[in-house]
T-cell receptor, first 115, second 112 residues
Framework: KQEVTQIPAALSVPEGENLVLNCSFT??????LQWFRQDPGKGLTSLLL?????REQTSGRLNASLDKSSGRSTLYIAASQPGDSATYLC??????????????FGTGTLLAVQP | KAGVTQTPRYLIKTRGQQVTLSCSPI?????VSWYQQTPGQGLQFLFE???????NKGNFPGRFSGRQFSNSRSEMNVSTLELGDSALYLC???FGYGSPLHFGNGTRLTVT
């Protein structure tokens, strides 16, 4: 059974700092991995999607890497800003041939960027 | 381009009642999936519909059901509500298999 873990559960950093959020999964048979952010009381905003054959994806100040063999992904945020404060969630799509958009989510990392 | 729209935003129901939640996907998206988010269990997959067919179902009791219409809009229904059904219910749409999921702002259901 696929399990997704995110460490740390919470993180507080001063503005301008670079930071790394970690995500690990137990079954390397994934189709893709997605990173989302969730603001309080809101839905999820898609940040990056990495296909299982890719090693990393970049969007602006965000860079996500994937090491499928070791079951790990990291989200790197450069030059953090107070507006980056949110809960960050990673989710894996199983590659079991089911061809469905089922995602298995981690428990999230609550990020606070202090001005 | 309009995003995923979920209605209503908030619902308060009493134990034993039933409830219907609605989701309008992004135009052109044929896949709609539903998730339940609670503080204790996090985000859990409920089911996914594609072209009016349920493609997958999570580990939830039969009280949870859904459907998708020909215009890709989807509804989920929860019958005989229990206190533990209180949660944020999120709908997501996607163009196809493996494409990024786009989420709505959710429906906050409170069961008293």
């Amino acid at each position: 059974k696929q399990e997704v873990t995110q460490i740390p559960a919470a993180l507080s950093v001063p503005e301008g700092e670079n930071l790394v959020l970690n995500c690990s999964f137990t079954d390397s048979a994934i189709y893709n991995l997605q990173w989302f952010r969730q603001d309080p009381g809101k839905g999820l905003t898609s940040l990056l999607l990495i296909q299982s054959s890719q090693r990393e994806q970049t969007s602006g100040r965000l860079n996500a890497s994937l090491d499928k063999s070791s079951g790990r992904s990291t989200l790197y945020i450069a030059a953090s800003q107070p507006g980056d404060s949110a809960t960050y969630l990673c989710a894996v799509m199983p590659g079991d041939g089911g061809a469905t958009n089922k995602l298995i989510f981690g428990t999230g990392t609550l990020l606070a960027v202090q001005p | 381009k309009a995003g995923v729209t979920q209605t209503p935003r908030y619902l308060i129901k009493t134990r034993g009642q039933q409830v219907t939640l609605s989701c309008s996907p992004i135009s052109g998206h044929r896949s709609v999936s539903w998730y339940q988010q609670t503080p204790g269990q996090g985000l859990q997959f409920l089911f996914e519909y594609f072209s009016e067919t349920q493609r997958n179902k999570g580990n939830f009791p039969g009280r949870f059901s859904g459907r998708q219409f020909s215009n890709s809009r989807s509804e989920m229904n929860v019958s005989t509500l229990e206190l533990g059904d209180s949660a944020l219910y999120l709908c997501a749409s996607s163009f196809g298999y493996g494409s990024p999921l786009h989420f709505g702002n959710g429906t906050r259901l409170t069961v008293t």
